[in-house]
């Protein structure tokens, strides 16, 4: 591999030149405009990191603790689907690369391999948790074995996607006809290529997933079938932060679906300080979208998220290399992180606080959180 890899924009250049367009396409952009799809990364520029000076910071401990276990720091896998698309090893090379990396995996519904085969991958390497993506499916019955399948192959928890009722509206998606090439079904829908080939992109999603979804069905239901952490994706205000609390719901993603489903929707990173505000620590507040650098990491952190996912750039770290490429954008984005909390002073996670960061005003002047 190139050593001219020296950041998360080299290794998505690197990606784009060599995925074919339609694919690109599929994994590079988001709803309608786009608009929440750039947010979502430029909204982490206006925050300034305030260093603190003469700090001993020659032992720094990245670690944070999830799921059980400690993982090497606050940053994992987000389920992204399809990734056999940027690699032929898909998920199963994501899975290798967490597990040598130190960090956990979560794996979509729409992965192109069973759960099954994507645990097992990185518990062949290491020690690493993986956790299911879930969508409210019309087919309860089909939806109950996605859960028991997950927890059988040793998932930790259920990311319960709560933004998706339909599917966003994605032109490029539109204008290329999108579909999965022949070959490639989608084993946890147990859906075979042919049935996946007879419909559009948009109608097979429409035909699966419930509109009809609700706190009321979803969560209760969900605990009735499964021991399994439940988690909830896609979240954006304080008021469904308050909700998952009333739920009983173990922790919430603030995420936006990287800007491919309603456009136009906060920056996640924007989103985070309110939500964590009122969780007051009664439920655990993740985030992922537009995460680009350790820099971002640390932000997120200092604004209130206990780790991070990242989505995009497995996709581009398995289309550049496979394993060996994702593990080149968790050790980028690793050295960036632990050089950052140096730099400001902290040696444990546990540091990082809002009295690190400023934020640009408008008029000029920082103003400090």
Same mark, same amino acid.
């Given at each position: #591999?190139?050593?001219?890899?020296? &950041?998360?924009? @080299? *290794?998505?250049?690197?990606?784009? &030149?060599?995925?074919?367009?339609?694919?690109?396409?599929?994994?590079?952009?988001? =709803?309608? &405009?786009?608009?929440?799809? $750039?947010?979502?990364?430029?909204?982490?520029?206006?925050?300034?990191?305030?260093?603190?000076?003469?700090?001993?910071?020659?032992?720094? &401990?990245?670690?944070?603790?999830?799921?059980?276990?400690?993982? *090497?720091?606050?940053?994992?896998?987000?389920?992204?689907?399809?990734?056999?698309?940027?690699?032929? @090893?898909?998920?199963?090379?994501?899975?290798?690369?967490?597990?040598?990396?130190?960090?956990? #995996?979560?794996?979509?519904?729409?992965?192109?391999?069973?759960?099954?085969?994507?645990?097992?991958?990185?518990?062949?390497?290491?020690?690493?948790? $993986?956790?299911?993506?879930?969508?409210?499916?019309?087919?309860?019955?089909?939806?109950?074995?996605?859960?028991?399948?997950?927890?059988?192959?040793?998932?930790?928890?259920?990311?319960?996607? =709560?933004?998706?009722?339909?599917?966003?509206?994605?032109?490029?998606?539109?204008?290329?006809?999108?579909?999965?090439?022949?070959?490639?079904?989608?084993?946890?829908?147990?859906?075979?290529?042919?049935?996946?080939?007879?419909?559009?992109? @948009?109608?097979?999603?429409?035909?699966?997933?419930?509109?009809?979804?609700?706190?009321?069905?979803?969560?209760?239901?969900?605990?009735?079938?499964?021991? #399994?952490?439940?988690?909830?994706?896609?979240?954006?205000?304080?008021?469904?932060?308050?909700? =998952?609390?009333?739920?009983?719901?173990?922790?919430?993603?603030?995420?936006?679906?990287?800007?491919?489903?309603?456009?136009?929707?906060?920056?996640?990173?924007?989103?985070?300080?309110?939500?964590?505000?009122?969780?007051?620590?009664?439920?655990?507040? $993740?985030?992922?979208?537009?995460?680009?650098?350790?820099?971002?990491?640390?932000?997120?952190?200092?604004?209130?998220?206990?780790?991070?996912?990242?989505?995009?750039?497995?996709?581009?770290? *398995?289309? $550049?290399?496979?394993?060996?490429?994702?593990?080149?954008?968790?050790?980028?984005?690793?050295?960036?992180?632990?050089?950052?909390?140096? *730099?400001?002073?902290?040696?444990?996670?546990?540091?990082?606080?809002?009295?690190?960061?400023?934020?640009?005003?408008?008029?000029?002047?920082?103003?400090?959180?």
């Amino acid at each position: #591999m190139s050593n001219k890899i020296l &950041n998360i924009a @080299d *290794l998505q250049e690197s990606a784009s &030149n060599s995925l074919p367009v339609s694919v690109r396409d599929f994994f590079n952009s988001g =709803a309608t &405009n786009q608009v929440t799809l $750039h947010d979502n990364y430029t909204a982490y520029g206006k925050y300034r990191l305030l260093p603190r000076v003469l700090k001993d910071v020659s032992k720094v &401990n990245t670690s944070i603790s999830l799921f059980g276990r400690d993982i *090497l720091f606050p940053l994992c896998a987000s389920p992204a689907g399809l990734q056999v698309l940027a690699h032929p @090893d898909g998920e199963l090379a994501t899975s290798r690369a967490c597990a040598k990396t130190g960090v956990n #995996m979560g794996v979509s519904s729409y992965t192109g391999n069973p759960v099954e085969q994507i645990t097992e991958a990185g518990n062949e390497v290491g020690p690493i948790n $993986h956790v299911m993506q879930l969508y409210s499916m019309n087919d309860k019955a089909k939806q109950e074995r996605i859960v028991r399948r997950a927890e059988a192959a040793g998932c930790k928890a259920i990311f319960l996607t =709560a933004d998706s009722p339909v599917l966003g509206v994605r032109w490029n998606e539109w204008r290329s006809g999108f579909k999965p090439p022949p070959g490639i079904g989608y084993p946890m829908y147990e859906k075979t290529s042919d049935e996946i080939q007879a419909q559009s992109h @948009d109608d097979g999603f429409t035909s699966t997933n419930s509109d009809s979804h609700s706190w009321a069905t979803e969560i209760p239901w969900l605990r009735s079938i499964t021991k #399994m952490e439940v988690w909830i994706k896609g979240v954006l205000t304080p008021e469904d932060v308050e909700t =998952a609390v009333e739920y009983g719901c173990d922790g919430v993603i603030i995420s936006n679906h990287g800007g491919r489903q309603l456009d136009e929707t906060p920056a996640t990173i924007d989103a985070l300080p309110a939500c964590a505000k009122v969780a007051r620590g009664r439920i655990r507040i $993740h985030i992922d979208g537009g995460i680009r650098s350790g820099a971002d990491i640390f932000k997120a952190l200092a604004l209130g998220a206990e780790c991070c996912w990242v989505g995009r750039p497995v996709l581009w770290g *398995l289309a $550049h290399g496979g394993q060996q490429g994702v593990e080149l954008m968790f050790k980028i984005l690793y050295d960036d992180f632990k050089r950052c909390m140096q *730099l400001t002073g902290c040696k444990s996670v546990s540091e990082i606080r809002p009295e690190l960061l400023a934020i640009v005003n408008a008029h000029g002047p920082l103003a400090r959180l």
